[in-house]
């Protein structure tokens, strides 16, 4: 069996054709781990017997004809942000070192429900804060495509974790484009839910107006499928949006049959491709993507986002303060670490957070605390909450004009570690994903073609109004069935 | 909006992080070089604008009230760094004054 490429649905038929068992799967996913994870480092931990006995027992439902689900022992990756009953979860951070996750996030909840096994916990910048998972305290994650350059961030361990063939699905969040770049940088899917169509309880909060949990998969299909089992309101997170059941992935199977792409209007915003930086490697990429739409009948449409030059500004203050306000609840107190320099109640405060977040999580709490701070609250925050409003009022005047917007997902593919070490350099490189979190709206990064210089896959971004992710799957599976490179298979082997 | 002189000990001290001489520093110049990045929203008139606090617009989302009970004192005690006999958490001393047992 080829791991790296065993997409969901695959295994999902593997599995029903009484051709390979469960534990099977999983021991294969094991070997490959055993064989390539000392190069790529996606993984803070998985437990082999913890594994096999998810597995054994989804073979025992198999055997009683009591399957949970289509997708009953398939194995998934959790982002180390997401929370599993019994098992360490850090978000990647000394401050979290040992915490043991009390009960189980709803999406895992969710998963354990439809019978997926538990693979592994997946590394990832610090509190989900960075670009290139070079802000992880324990390890760098490297890119299976060249083990020299960054998987993206913040989910850079679910993505390489997907690309490396080490799992068949995985979860990731996105703050600001941590599911959607990683995506791009590895040649993988990356779906960015409709803000409240997935529940965040159990997902440690970064910026909670921002972050969504999302699927991170080997093809359109799968991120459809793991959507229809994450998806829905939920009594734990009062964010969380009343929603019918969608099935999604019945709907791209009916809609595949036929995948043409005619009537669909998509807008290409005159301000994403005019930006300085953009490289020639990503821009002939996305041109051949918009090529490959049109023959499949869609129609471009020239549309503008006219403040999508403050939305990087506006992003990055509307986040520090969620997350300086989110993050004060660790104070080595009631769990996570406490220095043991500390002698008194606020020495506890102020050694304990000192020593246990990371450069980048200090650096984004200062930058939070200032903005909140008395005398530039209106200066700032306040401000940059009303500027959100209008690049909100940018989508929804595009939206009239189209059914979805097509950009790149980010300006380079793939960088070398070490090669943005200016954090405001770094900051910049989310330059095309973060106005949809600040929107709330859905988004998907689809692999579209190679940088014709570093050969690192590229991802194209499609994006939707909120509620609208059968518009990205459909386009998205029309997409790439269509694209003239089928496979993205790194070439770790 | 002007950003000379960001008081990075003073934010540090809002903020209950101890930073190394160093680090501050080396923030005091990123912290500046953002901040004034994001300077360029105040060429923005955002007169009348409604401010945007959450992707969604929902309110007064509520439950029944009745108690549930989700985690034994067990369970919420099983990650502090420090307890007494397993049932309270042992802090360091709060108010200033002689040591106490």
């Known amino acids: 069996m080829n791991c790296v490429s065993l997409s969901l649905r695959e295994a999902s038929e593997l599995l029903a054709s009484g051709r390979m068992t469960s534990v099977d799967m999983c021991r294969a996913f094991l070997d490959r781990i055993r064989k390539v994870e000392d190069r790529v480092h996606a993984l803070l931990n998985w437990k082999e017997e913890d594994i096999l006995r998810q597995a054994a027992e989804s073979d025992a439902r198999r055997a009683n004809g009591k399957l949970l689900s289509a997708f009953d022992g398939i194995p998934v990756t959790l982002k180390d942000n997401i929370c599993a009953s019994g098992q360490q979860c850090t978000c990647a951070s000394r401050i979290l070192e040992g915490f043991i996750s009390p009960y189980d996030a709803t999406v895992t909840e969710k998963l354990k429900k439809a019978g997926f096994v538990l693979l592994g916990r997946a590394n990832m910048d610090e509190f989900a804060m960075g670009s290139s998972c070079e802000n992880s305290a324990y390890q760098k994650t490297a890119n299976p495509w060249n083990l020299d350059c960054v998987p993206g961030g913040s989910s850079g361990g679910s993505a390489a974790s997907v690309a490396a063939g080490e799992t068949v699905i995985a979860l990731g969040s996105d703050t600001g484009g941590s599911i959607r770049q990683p995506a791009s940088f590895c040649g993988i899917v990356g779906l960015k839910p409709t803000y409240g169509r997935v529940s965040r309880y159990g997902l440690v909060a970064f910026a909670s107006s921002l972050d969504q949990i999302g699927p991170m998969s080997k093809s359109v299909y799968d991120a459809a499928a793991m959507l229809d089992v994450i998806a829905g309101q939920d009594p734990m997170d009062c964010t969380s949006l009343p929603q019918e059941k969608e099935n999604f992935a019945d709907d791209v199977e009916v809609f595949e049959k036929n995948p043409r792409l005619d009537g669909v209007k998509i807008g290409l915003p005159k301000e994403y491709f005019e930006l300085e930086g953009l490289s020639s490697g990503v821009k002939a990429v996305t041109e051949k993507a918009i090529e490959t739409l049109k023959k499949l009948g869609a129609e471009f449409v020239n549309i503008s986002l006219p403040h999508t030059r403050y939305s990087m500004a506006c992003y990055y203050i509307v986040a520090t303060a969620e997350a300086s306000a989110n993050l004060a609840r660790f104070d080595g107190i009631r769990y996570g670490y406490r220095s043991p320099r500390a002698t008194d109640i606020q020495s506890t405060y102020f050694l304990s957070r000192g020593e246990g977040f990371g450069m980048e999580v200090a650096r984004r709490i200062m930058l939070g605390t200032y903005v909140l701070s008395s005398g530039y609250y209106d200066a700032y925050y306040l401000k940059a909450q009303k500027v959100r409003t209008l690049l909100r009022r940018d989508f929804e005047e595009a939206y009239k004009k189209c059914d979805l917007i097509f950009t790149p997902v980010s300006p380079v593919p793939a960088f070398r570690f070490g090669e943005k070490a200016d954090p405001l350099q770094m900051y910049l490189s989310d330059v095309f994903t973060t106005a949809l979190n600040l929107s709330g709206d859905c988004g998907i990064s689809i692999p579209a073609g190679l940088d014709e210089t570093s050969g690192m896959p590229v991802g194209i971004q499609l994006m939707a109004p909120a509620m609208e992710e059968k518009r990205l799957f459909r386009t998205g599976r029309a997409f790439e069935l269509a694209r003239e490179q089928k496979e993205f298979l790194a070439p770790l082997d | ?101």
């Open chain 2, 1 to 101: 909006m002007k950003t000379d002189g960001i008081d990075v000990g003073k934010v540090a001290e809002l903020a209950r992080l101890q930073l190394k001489p160093e680090l501050k520093e080396k923030l005091q110049h990123e912290m500046e070089a953002i901040v004034g990045y994001v300077e360029m929203l105040s060429e923005l008139n955002v007169d009348g604008i409604e401010p945007t606090a959450h992707a969604v617009e929902r309110v007064n989302v509520i439950r029944d009230d009745v108690a549930e009970l989700v985690f034994t004192r067990e369970q919420m005690l099983a990650n502090a760094p420090d307890t007494i006999d397993g049932e309270l958490i042992r802090v360091p001393q709060v108010l200033p004054g002689e040591g106490m047992a």
